[in-house]
């Protein structure tokens, strides 16, 4: 530990605390640091302020149930949440899930991957001082939102990726708005690259600061495109693909600089892999005939036509919404790629309708334990660059 | 509790078992998913083992989490996600704990990574690491009492019924 000689002869070094209202924080995260002049020495991340035991309320709920409470832990990525959660119910039941619906899922999650992104770098550039990139990212963003609130009802909270399927038809009309997203996007992500990627300010910020060799990473248990920026190709999406995503083309960019700049040239990749994605899922969606919801009943909610003529489907849409349905015992854990890193959710069951345990391995969280490794060494106006590349999100951090 | 196959095909299991036959209490699978059930005691060795071994190489311990089968015994069940990114792979290590000493080995020598995950479940599960360098509450406040996600504590908390709060607080060593 390096220390300040100071008149006296005496080590001094001095204690600041950043957050949790710090704006670059993201949220309300907590950074102690421990300053030599401007170099930080120490630093120890102090979490927490938004746990709202998610997975303590998801055991006292029914597996439906615990849907919309998926929502609230990373609140850029609520279908990506909905979607870990569904998969893994619907691995420990056994059930599949119809190929029209698989599409849906993979078209609604890569829309969402380039919000995410377009907020993260939103926020990022206005930590970083560029003001207008900021409102371009929003103005995006407000897009694929109002696409969501067409499709689902639901701008943010969507809850719209259920137990077997999705909650309900697409209304008419909505690939075109896709359609219609997907011609202006490219463009629109050119003009940020045009903003950032070559401007020398932009780059005296992020080039060279945050670095991390690819085996700590791993070692810390990064993953997603900080891990991606060190060079790993580590892509559930390629690796252990779900949700029909072995039929998609797309490539998992990689960089080996491993700095903040390197983590933001893989994110607006990502953002045109997305594209890439969403246009395929495109086609592939009205070659696709069928229901969005899979035929399983007591599990899957009835059509509400069958509601009204047959008897059966009356008895399980009202034991579904009462009582719930109970699983076979056993532990399922489930990984997707989010757009912050790895996603897991691992729900055990024993057998009665509500879960036994869940619980959910949040990128956020454990990327955010790098921090320290990021930044110590490093001037404390790099601090906020770092956190800011690492991307976290509060809710997904303290569940 | 789970479809039990005791004889598994799986080369990863015979590797481990060819390294130690003691590491490999029980082998279940279940939906595609393979759980091997290490002795307590055996945890640190067969975690290193799994890393380190060139035909294994699970190299990122993706998640850890801990599940309460109270009132059963035994009661805790330690749960580790192991990924091997060269050979795209996983596998879950499971260590079973009682309900009177729920103290397991750290894995931070193995994957430094552990780290806050186990800090986590000390918070709300009250498993004690030995040899954490830093077993301090993570989420919750330090001065918070009792550990929320074990089964015997209530979801709405102890704030609104005092009656159980003092029955509590006279067992909380437990």
């Given amino acids: ?130 003001m207008s990139v900021f409102l371009y990212c929003f103005r995006e963003r407000e897009e694929i939102l109002k696409i969501f609130e067409f499709v689902a009802g639901q701008r943010m909270m969507t809850s719209y990726i259920r137990i077997g399927g999705l909650a309900l038809e697409p ?6 708005r896709v359609e219609k997203f997907l011609k202006m996007m490219p463009s629109r992500i050119d003009d940020y ?33 900080t891990l991606r920026a060190a060079g790993i190709p580590y892509d559930n999406r390629k690796v252990f693909p ?90 399922v854990f489930v990984t997707v790629e989010s757009p912050r890193g790895e996603l897991g959710a691992f729900v055990a069951s024993d057998g009665s309708p509500k879960p036994l345990r869940v619980h959910f391995r949040s990128p956020s969280y454990i990327n955010l334990q790098a921090l320290p490794k990021l930044i110590e060494g490093q001037l404390i106006s790099d601090v906020i660059a770092c956190i800011g590349t690492i991307d976290i999100v509060l809710g997904d951090v303290d569940r | 509790m789970t479809e039990s196959t005791s004889q598994s095909a799986n080369v990863v299991v015979e590797h481990l078992r060819a390294w130690n036959p003691k590491a490999v209490a029980e082998v279940i699978q279940f939906r595609d998913e393979t759980t091997i059930v290490v002795p307590r005691e055996l945890l640190r060795a067969t975690a290193a083992r799994c890393r380190e071994d060139a035909a294994l190489q699970f190299n990122l311990l993706t998640d850890a989490t801990c599940v309460d089968r109270y009132p059963l015994e035994p009661r805790f069940e330690m749960n580790y996600h192991l990924v091997s990114i060269p050979r795209s792979d996983k596998l879950r290590l499971r260590v079973r704990l009682s309900g ?41 406040p330090d001065d918070w009492e009792g550990h929320p996600l074990r089964k015997d504590y209530p979801v709405e908390g102890y704030r609104d019924i005092p009656a159980i709060a003092t029955k509590y607080t006279r067992n909380r060593n437990l």
């Fill in chain 1, 193 to 225: 690259e045009t903003l950032l990627t070559g401007n020398r300010i932009w780059m005296g910020r992020t080039q060279g600061i945050g670095y991390i060799s690819a085996k700590d990473a791993v070692a810390l248990s990064m993953t997603g495109p």
């Fill in chain 1, 1 to 130: 530990m390096s220390t300040v000689e100071t008149a006296t002869g005496a080590a001094k070094t001095m204690v600041l605390n950043m957050g949790p209202q710090h704006p670059s924080t993201h949220g309300v995260l907590r950074i102690l640091l421990e300053l030599d002049g401007e170099t930080v020495i120490k630093a120890v991340p102090d979490l927490g302020y938004l746990h709202t035991g998610i997975e303590k309320s998801c055991e006292d709920k029914t597996y439906s149930q615990a849907i919309t409470l998926t929502d609230r832990m990373d609140y850029l990525n609520p279908l990506g949440n909905n979607l870990v959660y569904c998969l893994a119910v619907e691995k420990l039941l056994g059930i599949e899930v119809p190929k029209r619906a698989q599409y849906i899922r993979v078209l609604l999650v890569e829309l969402q991957r380039i919000s995410s992104h377009l907020v993260w770098l939103g926020t990022h550039a206005i930590d970083l001082g560029a």
């Fill in chain 2, 100 to 140: 009177s000493d729920p103290s397991v080995d750290s894995l931070i020598p193995v994957w430094p990574g552990a780290n806050w995950l186990e800090r986590e479940i000390f918070d709300l599960m009250g498993i004690r690491f030995t040899d954490h360098p830093d077993l301090r509450r993570i989420l919750l």
């Fill in chain 1, 171 to 176: 209304p008419t009309g909505w690939l075109q």
């Fill in chain 1, 242 to 331: 779900y949700s029909s995503y072995e039929e998609f083309e797309f490539d998992v960019p990689t960089r080996t600089d491993s700095d903040c700049f390197a983590r933001y040239m893989i994110r607006v990749a990502e953002m045109r892999e997305s594209l890439k994605i969403v246009r395929q899922a495109m086609s592939k969606i009205p070659s696709v005939e069928g229901p969005i919801r899979t035929e399983a009943p007591g599990i899957v909610p009835p059509e509400r036509e069958k509601m009204k003529t047959e008897m059966e489907a009356l008895i399980y849409h009202f034991k579904i919404f009462t009582e719930g349905f109970s699983p076979p015992p056993g532990e």
